[in-house]
């Protein structure tokens, strides 16, 4: 089963809302990072957020951790139609030596 | 930033005939790097770790004479799809970790689209 559960699986909003999705994990981790996916290419580390952190900040990126319910946000305010792509939750576990991905949300931003 | 490169970006080739994809650390060194294959619409699905100068570790269900795992430099892996089936077909995805990094943080190559006809 998916350590990393996603949602929405997709999303549609117009540039300039802000855009929210959602992973729910398993079991504990060590961190949970989040990646972006455009269409067809390689996957790109957005952030990283550690067990004992609850929110962490980049750009126009946020993102929360709440390890009592196993779950994590990532928001994307002010969202513009270059932030259209896959985002995959993953989280890193036990020995530390692998990342187990989520469903991913496919989000879209319209003009 | 550390950049890994994958090549082929695609394939296409006949059912019968095995297909190797490379991986390479471009400006830093990896221990340890993972396979990862995509199918369209879905997630990341881990197929095997490699491991610089060992016997790469396969996920469970990962057949791993199909699936050829080649780690020689601590720069370069590779994967070959021996035999290779339509069912094969897939978007596969290299993955690698700087040796300084204790967070799991990875870098990721473009992904090759392999097409089995």
């Known amino acids: 089963s998916q350590q990393g559960e996603e949602d929405p699986q997709a999303l549609s909003i117009q540039e300039g809302e802000n855009a929210t999705m959602n992973c729910s994990y398993k079991t504990s981790i060590n961190n949970l990072q989040w990646y972006r996916q455009n269409s067809g290419r390689g996957l790109v580390h957005l952030i990283l957020i550690r067990s004992n952190e609850r929110e962490k900040h980049s750009g126009r990126l946020r993102v929360t951790l709440d390890t009592s319910k196993k779950s994590s946000s990532l928001l994307i305010t002010a969202s513009r139609a270059a932030d259209t792509a896959s985002y995959f939750c993953a989280t890193l576990t036990g020995g530390g030596n692998k990342l187990t991905f989520g469903t991913g949300t496919q989000l879209k931003v319209e003009l | 930033g550390a950049v890994v490169s994958q090549h082929p970006s695609w394939v296409i080739c006949k059912s019968g005939t095995s297909v190797k994809i490379e991986c390479r650390s471009l400006?830093?060194?990896?221990?340890?790097m993972f396979w990862y294959r995509q199918f369209p619409k879905q997630s990341l699905m881990l197929m095997a770790t490699?491991?610089?100068?060992?016997?790469?570790?396969?996920e469970q269900g990962v057949e791993k004479d199909k699936f050829l795992i080649n780690h020689a430099s601590l720069t370069l892996s590779t994967l070959t799809v021996t035999s290779a089936h339509p069912e094969d077909s897939s978007f596969y995805i290299c993955?690698?970790?700087?040796?300084?990094?204790?967070?799991?943080?990875?870098?990721f190559g473009e992904g090759s689209r392999l097409t089995v006809l």
């Open positions: 400006d830093f060194q990896a221990t340890t």
């Open positions: 993955s690698a970790r700087t040796l300084a990094s204790n967070t799991g943080e990875l870098f």
């Open positions: 490699s491991n610089e100068g060992s016997k790469a570790t396969y």
